[in-house]
């Protein structure tokens, strides 16, 4: 199998040499770097073990962690805090955020993760109806999330 990412490319199959070869040719025609076993890729971290291969998010959703400010706070138990009736209409008794840039990266960021946190899945894509126009309710609301 081959995959390719842009200028990522993982190659894995059962059959060494024809690997070998494959990673010849390509070296041959784009003088490629050969990175050796997989152990990160895209932001998710690759273990093997014996009957497979483990996908994990830790040092993803940790650097999210801090960079959020959320990494000292406590857990919570349920992805999707309690939102007031304002935020669920956009009604104008909640403040509109100053900067929608910072709530719209954190709902990205947690969309990707959703790749091994299908838990956050819902929350996740309920917030992200409101990338147009968020509030502070809904910044609270994917910080919730975040934790």
């Given at each position: 199998?081959?995959?390719?990412?842009?200028?990522?490319?993982?190659?894995?199959?059962?059959?060494?040499?024809?690997?070998?070869?494959?990673?010849?040719?390509?070296?041959?025609?784009?003088?490629?770097?050969?990175?050796?076993?997989?152990?990160?890729?895209?932001?998710?971290?690759?273990?093997?073990?014996?009957?497979?291969?483990?996908?994990?998010?830790?040092?993803?959703?940790?650097?999210?962690?801090?960079?959020f400010q959320c990494d000292s706070l406590s857990v919570t138990?349920?992805?999707?805090?309690?939102?007031?009736?304002?935020?669920?209409?956009?009604?104008?008794?909640?403040?509109?955020?100053?900067?929608?840039?910072?709530?719209?990266?954190?709902?990205?960021?947690?969309?990707?993760?959703?790749?091994?946190?299908?838990?956050?899945?819902?929350a996740v894509q309920y917030l992200s109806q409101f990338l147009?126009?968020?509030?502070?309710?809904?910044?609270?609301?994917?910080?919730?999330?975040?934790?």
């Amino acid at each position: 199998m081959l995959l390719v990412y842009v200028d990522d490319i993982i190659l894995t199959g059962n059959y060494l040499a024809e690997i070998t070869t494959l990673k010849g040719f390509l070296n041959d025609k784009f003088k490629i770097k050969d990175l050796g076993e997989l152990n990160y890729f895209l932001g998710m971290e690759v273990l093997k073990v014996p009957t497979g291969l483990i996908l994990a998010q830790r040092k993803f959703a940790m650097d999210l962690l801090q960079e959020f400010q959320c990494d000292s706070l406590s857990v919570t138990t349920c992805p999707l805090g309690p939102l007031s009736k304002s935020s669920h209409n956009n009604s104008s008794h909640d403040t509109p955020l100053d900067d929608v840039s910072l709530y719209r990266k954190l709902v990205g960021k947690l969309n990707y993760l959703t790749n091994i946190r299908p838990d956050i899945t819902f929350a996740v894509q309920y917030l992200s109806q409101f990338l147009q126009a968020p509030t502070k309710s809904h910044m609270t609301a994917v910080l919730h999330t975040l934790r």
